[in-house]
């Protein structure tokens, strides 16, 4: 289960609060586009607290955002893996443009 934060900072205080509740939180984690910590509930589920930035427009242009695979570095050596399990998308952009 994941939450939303908007701010590293936020989320700071998020993970000082679990740590001083008696929870075992991981440290903060840099996932590129956004930065996450992960903690579980004694029932063992799994929670993450990722921040809104730096966002999806981390890497690409809002013009051109989800046009082609992105990954983060330690994941490019992977790419050609990665994208055989994909399956192929075919856009209509016509379909959902704005009205002039």
Same mark, same amino acid.
């Not at 029932?43 to 990722?50: C, I, K, N, S, T």
């Not at 921040?51 to 890497?59: H, N, Q, S, V």
């Given at each position: 289960?994941?939450?939303?934060? +908007?701010?590293?900072?936020?989320?700071?205080?998020? $993970?000082?609060?679990? =740590?001083? /509740?008696?929870?075992? /939180?991981?440290?903060?984690?840099? $996932?590129?586009? !956004?930065?996450?910590?992960? !903690?579980?509930?004694?029932?063992? @589920?799994? !929670?993450? @607290? /990722?921040?809104? +930035? +730096?966002?999806?427009?981390?890497?690409?242009?809002?013009?051109?955002?989800?046009?082609? =695979?992105?990954?983060?570095?330690?994941?490019?050596? $992977? $790419?050609?893996?990665?994208?055989? =399990?994909?399956?192929?998308?075919?856009?209509? =952009?016509?379909?959902? /443009?704005?009205?002039?």
């Amino acid at each position: 289960i994941a939450f939303d934060t +908007p701010s590293d900072e936020d989320q700071l205080v998020v $993970r000082e609060k679990l =740590l001083s /509740a008696g929870h075992q /939180a991981t440290p903060v984690l840099d $996932r590129q586009y !956004f930065h996450s910590i992960y !903690f579980r509930e004694p029932g063992g @589920v799994l !929670f993450e @607290v /990722a921040t809104t +930035p +730096p966002g999806f427009l981390y890497d690409e242009d809002k013009a051109h955002l989800g046009e082609s =695979l992105k990954l983060p570095p330690w994941e490019e050596h $992977r $790419r050609g893996y990665i994208e055989s =399990l994909l399956e192929p998308i075919t856009l209509n =952009l016509e379909k959902y /443009a704005s009205p002039s």
